[in-house]
């Protein structure tokens, strides 16, 4: 069964490289270190959403050597000039009436990049600028809270966040905490422990609760959801959410690894994504901050100084 599908750009040259992973930055990708081997460079990239798509063309059609679909294609013309990158043909017209740009860009050894993306209107308020956090594990480390009922479905829940951690660039040995508790009631208690001893950027807690004939189901449900949820308030550590509360068996072991993906692998990058936002966010708020104090100390020297 397909556990994930890894996507490959394959550029021509290594000047095409270089250029290529500068454009996709530029273009606000998230990324990981590059990677050396002896065979070749790999340059791992994190987008927030991916679609495998299998095409079949019904008439000729030029073939692209990596195709993407952009949210601001103006824009993005613009970050390409800037680089000195050659666009060779551009299928746009005038805004309001062509919604659509789409256009080609030939990089220094050859290789082809086909841009597509509806145009956004150009606002020079800030309000659509957001704060988010990136998927960058490396440094950070993480406590995952297991629970060890239903350990057929938790066991692959705990395999998929540590997979997802490691891709984001968390070492195993260092960043990475595994606390087992018997179920998952016992999972809040355990996770704000964690929490309050200030050591981890984020809380990951994974288990398996399967509805029964009685009320226990509803009551546990709603204890450990409330529980997670209060404990990342209180602490101010974020919790991911990776308890699956499920109707059967099989709905469980869809979302351990098969139709549905897998919730664990899912839970870690929300927790690495929480921890760097909580991060940038902080900073942020430092920012205005010391940005109001300097601007206060300047309003009193202004009047200090007409005073005299």
């Known amino acids: 069964m397909i556990k994930y599908i890894n ?14 992973t500068k454009l996709l930055t530029a273009l606000g990708l ?17 987008p927030s959403g991916s679609t495998l798509e299998v095409v079949y063309r019904k008439r000729p059609y030029s073939h692209a050597d990596l195709e993407l679909v952009i949210l601001d294609p103006d824009s993005a013309v613009e970050i390409v000039k800037k680089l000195g990158l050659n666009i060779t043909e ?12 789409e256009f080609r860009v030939q990089l ?3 290789t082809s990049l086909l841009f597509t993306g509806f145009r956004a209107s150009h606002s020079t308020e800030p309000d659509h600028i957001g704060i988010e956090g990136k998927l960058q594990a490396r440094g950070k480390t993480f406590a995952l809270v297991v629970s060890r009922f239903n350990s057929f479905i938790t066991e692959r829940l705990l395999g998929g966040a540590i997979d997802g951690l490691m891709r984001c660039g968390c070492t195993n040995r260092t960043g990475i905490t595994i606390v087992r508790v018997p179920g998952s009631f016992e999972m809040p208690s355990a996770a704000r422990t964690l929490a309050e001893t200030g050591k981890y950027d984020a809380i990951i807690c994974l288990g398996c609760l399967l509805r029964g004939d009685t009320a226990h189901y509803d009551v546990i449900v709603n204890e450990v959801t409330r529980g997670i949820g209060q404990s990342a308030q209180e602490t ?11 109707d059967t068996l099989e709905q469980a072991i869809d979302r351990a690894g098969l139709k549905m993906g897998n919730k664990g692998f899912e839970a870690a990058l929300a927790a690495v994504e929480m921890a760097n936002l909580k991060k940038a966010v902080v ?18 020297s202004a009047k200090s ?4």
Do not use: M, N, W
């Open 108 to 110: 220094p050894g050859g």
């Open 90 to 101: 551009d299928r746009s017209g005038p805004e309001p009436g062509h919604g659509v740009r």
């Open 30 to 46: 998230r990324h990981d270190s590059v990677e050396d081997y002896p065979h070749l460079r790999l340059q791992p990239f994190l």
């Open 283 to 300: 900073g942020r708020s430092s920012l205005v901050v010391g940005a109001g104090k300097t601007k206060t100390r300047g309003r009193r």
């Open 7 to 20: 996507l490959t750009a394959q550029v021509k040259s290594e000047q095409d490289f270089d250029v290529l």
């Open 236 to 246: 101010g550590i974020p919790h991911a959410f990776g308890v699956l509360t499920c």
């Open 305 to 308: 100084k007409s005073r005299r």
